[in-house]
């Protein structure tokens, strides 16, 4: 993954011009800001956005992806540069290992898997012991992808339960609800989650892998990257459950940061630049990693899985997905 190149956030309506090599950002009232093409990994875009074909010559030139996320959070879809790191080795061995049962279900399994483990790590170890448990022995007698997810499923309403008893009343979850969430703690979770599925598509457009062929979700969805979806359920506890009760733990979560209707809330302009600024903060945080011997971002975290997946899809690996160990 590029060190010197970062994610760039858009948060108010702009327009995107390009002026020799950098992006010329034009905003309402203010003067326009230049940034260096060169030190942009990808554009997550949280605001209406316009741009011409030349800014888009620009962006493909040097492979920059612009994300767009609705006011929800929940992904719109994306700019994505022409494929240059595509291997046919890698996406034949990949969709070889999609198509066949017993592979696809070992590596959707240990999917699953981790997730619960991710969750469980972040809620509440001993709460979760039992709806673990439930779910290693469903996990080992499925034999389909559908059974995986319902067990999953299972297991995510054991940890949104969990969780509520961790937050205040006006935050609690009362069950996950999307488009659009029906109060502020779903807000969080949507929201969160948009941004992770953005950084993991880019993560993996970095690799070889292709992001249509998934071993957990279907990849015969039509506008979906159904292998963004699988590793995302990996990484999403890592951030949304763990931001949102640290958040609220800290009080630092205000009335003031959603809009609140009737069955449905989301995150304010204030609330959205709260949110924006503490997954920025998190994915740049570090810790010892210990297999490489060093330290690596929680952004690196999401690079590195995707590697490891394609040494699985190359060399056919066993594919272990990132399992949170601090």
């Known amino acids: 993954m590029p060190a010197a190149s970062r994610t760039y956030w858009l948060l108010n309506p702009c327009r995107l011009r390009r002026q020799d090599d950098s992006i010329r950002v034009e905003r309402e009232g203010k003067p326009p800001a230049f940034v260096p093409i060169e030190d942009v990994r990808d554009i997550i875009a949280l605001a209406e956005v316009d741009l011409n074909t030349s800014m888009i010559s620009l962006l493909n030139k040097h492979r920059v992806a612009i994300h767009i996320l609705s006011h929800y959070g929940d992904y719109a879809g994306s700019f994505l540069p022409a494929e240059t790191s595509v291997s046919g080795m890698v996406a034949l061995n990949q969709a070889r290992i999609a198509s066949d049962d017993g592979e696809s279900l ?18 509440d170890r001993k709460l979760l012991t039992r709806p673990y448990g439930v779910l290693t022995e469903a996990l080992e007698a499925a034999t389909t992808r559908e059974q995986l997810m319902a067990a999953e499923g299972n297991f995510r309403r054991s940890a949104w339960e969990a969780l509520d ?15 659009p969430p029906r109060n502020a703690g779903n807000a969080v979770i949507s929201f969160i989650n948009g941004t992770v599925y953005a950084r993991i598509l880019t993560g993996l457009r970095l ?7 998934a071993f957990l979700h279907a990849s015969t969805q039509r506008h979906r990257h159904s292998l963004a979806l699988d590793l995302a359920e990996v990484f999403k506890p890592l951030f949304a459950e763990r931001i949102l009760l640290r958040l609220a733990n800290r009080k630092q ?47 690196e975290l999401i690079y590195l899985d995707a590697l490891a997946l394609t040494r699985t899809c190359l060399e056919g690996t066993p594919y272990k997905p990132f399992r949170i160990w601090w």
């Open 207 to 213: 690799t070889p892998l292709h992001t249509g062929v």
């Open 165 to 179: 008893t961790k937050l205040p009343d006006w935050l609690q979850l009362d069950g996950r609800s999307r488009r």
């Open 106 to 123: 070992t590596i959707a399994r240990s999917l699953v898997d981790t997730a619960a483990f991710n969750i469980r790590r972040v809620i």
């Open 253 to 299: 979560l205000k009335k003031h940061h959603f809009d609140v209707g009737t069955n449905q809330a989301m995150l304010s302009e204030a609330g959205r630049e709260f949110i924006v600024k503490t997954v920025r903060d998190d994915l740049a945080e570090s810790v010892n990693h210990r297999t490489l011997g060093r330290k690596v971002t929680y952004d």
